[in-house]
């Protein structure tokens, strides 16, 4: 009999068993599966050799803990094998900033989606202008067509697929490829699909942000943000972290780190739920149109297939032309969506939006209020009885 041959080596993880094994240490931890929350700014050197060659696995709080350590390597596996490094920053909105300026100078031309997250472009008009970079905004849609955009002193492209409140699809390949042939470089926020759904660096992105507040934390109790980066551009980002005093804190790290462990299952509820709560409103006579990328009729469609392997839980809809008093109805009567910021936790959110006002590159029209909405993990036939009633109260305030 013939001894049964064992290979050698696994083969390559799927992300679901990365997200549950990665950055796991047991051995360091005495057993334990998950890390300490380590709190700490000293960190002892043995000798005085030791500290004055800066010798040590850990030099000083700011620079990392066995906590951020744990969290980085599980998110590095995660981005995949183009990810040279991931920064951690105190909110989603601090990694878009910190990436900002460690990329640009006085002097640079920046280009921006006009679908950004709005913060975003408050910081492009504001704080950026103010230290010398100007920023162009174009329709998320231009495709291959944004070098007609470059100028000599264009630095990099921003692009967030799909868009902040409106969901338009943005071609990341055809944008980094023109990008790239001018040695510019592409910056992803992420944060929609995650890298679960979407590896931005597999893409042509250099840096890819994710707004770890939202998914990656899960149960809406942490402010956090991520930004991996590929080889070419991780430099600028341990500069720019370094120079900047950017950390997060050992308690959002640590609930960061709990978070992706569930991503996976998670991520599918929301994704499931949310598609059939986007059919169900589509098919409802108070809804004109709803904008989900993973929609086979929605305009992003084809792009989304292409490049992302999953959608979240969440999309917008414009809704019959209606007084503002009949849309406040249906808010003020749901009882299990809420109305606030962020999105991203257990729990459905609904809130109104409107664009009009800030979009410069597209005009947004959409002939009709607009929600956006979070399709959290409660039982969806729940959550249409909620808006059933909320449309009652639309339809009576209509009349
Ligand atoms: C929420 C959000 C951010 C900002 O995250 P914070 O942690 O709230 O600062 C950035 N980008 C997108 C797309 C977001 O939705």
Same mark, same amino acid.
């Given at each position: 009999?013939? @001894? ?136 998320? &849609? ?15 492209? %921003? ?32 944060? !929609? ?86 059919? !169900? &409103? ?11 990328? @993973? ?8 792009? !989304? ?9 969440? %999309? ?66 729940? &959550? ?16």
């Amino acid at each position: 009999m013939t @001894a049964p041959t064992i290979p050698d080596a696994n083969p390559p993880l799927h992300p679901e068993t990365e997200l549950v094994t990665g950055g796991r240490d047991s051995v360091a931890q005495k057993g334990f599966v998950n890390p300490p929350v380590v709190r700490g700014s000293t960190v002892l050197y043995p000798t005085a050799d030791d500290i004055r060659a800066h010798r040590g696995e850990y030099q000083y709080g700011r620079h990392g803990t066995p906590t951020t350590r744990a969290l980085q390597q599980a998110l590095i596996a995660l981005e995949g094998p183009n990810c040279a490094g991931v920064g951690l920053a105190p909110s989603g909105l601090a990694a878009i900033s910190t990436t900002l300026l460690a990329v640009l100078a006085a002097g640079d031309h920046l280009l921006v989606c006009d679908s950004v997250y709005r913060p975003t472009r408050h910081l492009c008009d504001t704080l950026l202008k103010r230290f010398g970079v100007e920023t162009t905004y174009y329709d998320p &849609l231009i495709g291959g067509d944004i070098a007609k955009l470059f100028r000599p002193n264009t630095r990099a492209v %921003f692009v967030e697929a799909p868009g902040s409140q409106s969901f338009e699809m943005a071609d990341i390949p055809a944008i980094a490829a023109a990008a790239h042939a001018r040695d510019l470089l592409v910056i992803d926020d992420n944060t !929609w699909a995650t890298p679960l759904y979407h590896r931005s660096l597999d893409f042509g992105v250099d840096l890819s942000i994710q707004a770890g507040t939202k998914y990656l934390g899960g149960h809406s109790d942490i402010m956090f943000g991520t930004i991996a980066a590929n080889a070419r551009a991780w430099p600028h980002v341990t500069d720019a972290i370094r120079a900047l005093g950017v950390c997060a804190a050992p308690d959002d790290v640590f609930l960061a780190l709990r978070g992706l462990r569930t991503l996976a299952v998670r991520l599918a509820h929301h994704q499931a739920a949310g598609l059939a709560m986007a059919k !169900w &409103l589509k098919a409802r006579p108070e809804v004109q149109r709803v904008m989900h990328p @993973a929609l086979p009729d929605d305009p992003g469609h084809a792009i !989304w297939k292409r490049d992302f392997s999953g959608a979240s839980g969440l %999309f917008s809809v414009v809704l019959q032309p209606t007084p503002d008093r009949a849309v406040d109805a249906l808010l003020d009567t749901v009882r299990l969506f809420g109305m606030g910021y962020s999105w991203g936790g257990f729990e459905s959110l609904i809130i109104p939006f409107d664009c009009t006002s800030y979009r410069t590159a597209t005009q947004w029209t959409p002939g009709g209020p607009t929600l956006r909405i979070h399709i959290g993990l409660e039982n969806i036939e729940d &959550l249409k009885a909620d808006l059933e009633r909320g449309f009652a109260a639309f339809n009576a305030a209509r009349a």
